[in-house]
């Protein structure tokens, strides 16, 4: 593919077709390995966002509500079949504008998205409410119904992954949804819309506003007619989310920054913990909220193994994402590129010791690109900007600990609770730790493993509400309790 060709259709889904921004805004995409324009696209503003809303609302009461839930389950079991046929060019896509490996995007990522999908549109059928007998003169019972008009805010880190966690399960519990991706990765949100439309979903109910935060973003979050907020970003965007919110009262989940501790004992399985503890930070380039960006190694083993993770990190072949040989690409953006080496400059300044990469890797392309070596910093304590601030990016931060007592403080010493790892051979000390951790998800022995049906969602400042599994529709759906007199 052409990469300075403008790739259709660059604009904004709204009502069922495709149209510019009220505004005739537009802004560009780049491509991170290249740095070259990908393609321009539409802008969303506060007036669009006005049009998208009325016309959710308008398809919340027409067609879509009239849908039965079998229906509706078809229609997302068909854009899972879709996600599948179109996976090389969507691949392709998320590839060029996000600079994850081709592997990444096109093997791993979209696929999952197509079984999410796909497990929300069986559980279309599943919802219900209850009834309850406690009074002989009554029947009373419960009904689940939509919540209403969804605003899915999603960052650019999983651009279409992330959007399938929201959108899914919105369709599914019979919301209308309005898609804002973020302004570096739109693209792939254009094709989930048009993946909608070619799945049968009627016009307003899946609807794609690419645009800015202050903009769009602001905008959906703070208009009366959208019902709830579904974001996922950093703390800091998802404080000021939950502030916009408060003027209407509107449902809001946010799943929004993390410094997990991935924590290896000395009993553990070395080698297996020397890759869940490479990919755990350095899957996509670090940009993972759950990243492994806290390494906590048992003191006995920590010197070995910080030697031979160095190793396996400089060893990494940085390139074009769409290369085979390539095992990471450029972080996505100029901006988070200057991000992720300032923080190596802190961590140097405050005498973390860079036992692999602190550099960017300017010999990549003939110096264009965002490409940044992945990086290793031992020495480190808890009280240095490395070990305490979300990097998302290929940093990692090393600590010793001395006991599982002391492994466990350290680890839970973060306004952040995302997720963790624990390697141990000792399933008694696994559980014991990993239910001492502060943390949503928990993986022992293994890292950044996901499933549809597996809840997913942060402790602390890492965010409320949950996604994936059947807990995510608990956040589109209101429960009415109706009472009726038996007994005259």
Known sequence: MDTTTEIAPGRLLIDGAWADAKSGATFTTVNPADESVIATVAEAG???????????????????????????????????DLIQERLSSLGLLETLDTGKTLFDSAKIELPMAAQIFQFYAGAATKLGGRTLASRSDTFAFTLKEPVGVVAAIVPWNFPFLLASWKVAPALAAGCTVILKPAS??????????????????????????????????????????????????????????????????????VELGGKSPNIVFADADIEAALRGAFTGIFYNKGEVCAAGSRLFVERGIHEKFVADLAARADAVVLGDPRDKATRMGPVVSKAQMDTVLGYVESGTAEGAHVAAGGRRASEINNGKGYFVRPTVFDAVTSEMTIAREEIFGPVLAVLPFDDAADAVRQANATTYGLAAGV???????AHRVARAIQAGTVWVNAYNLYDPALPFGGFKQSGFGRELGIEALDGYLETKSVWIDIGR
């Open 46 to 80: 506060p007036e669009d966002v006005d049009v998208a809303v009325a016309a959710a609302r308008k398809a919340l009461a027409g067609p879509w509500a009239k849908m039965t839930a079998a229906d509706r389950g078809k229609i997302l079991w068909r854009m899972g």
């Open 184 to 253: 570096q990765t739109p693209l792939s949100a254009l094709e989930m819309g048009r993946i909608g439309l070619d799945a049968g979903l009627p016009p307003g109910v899946f609807q794609v506003l690419p645009g800015s935060g202050r903009g769009c973003g602001t905008a959906l979050v703070k208009h009366a007619g959208v019902d709830k907020v579904a974001f996922t970003g950093s703390t800091e965007v998802g404080k000021s989310v939950l502030r916009d919110a408060a003027g209407t009262l509107k449902r809001v989940s």
């Open 423 to 429: 390697w141990t051979r000792d399933l008694a000390k």
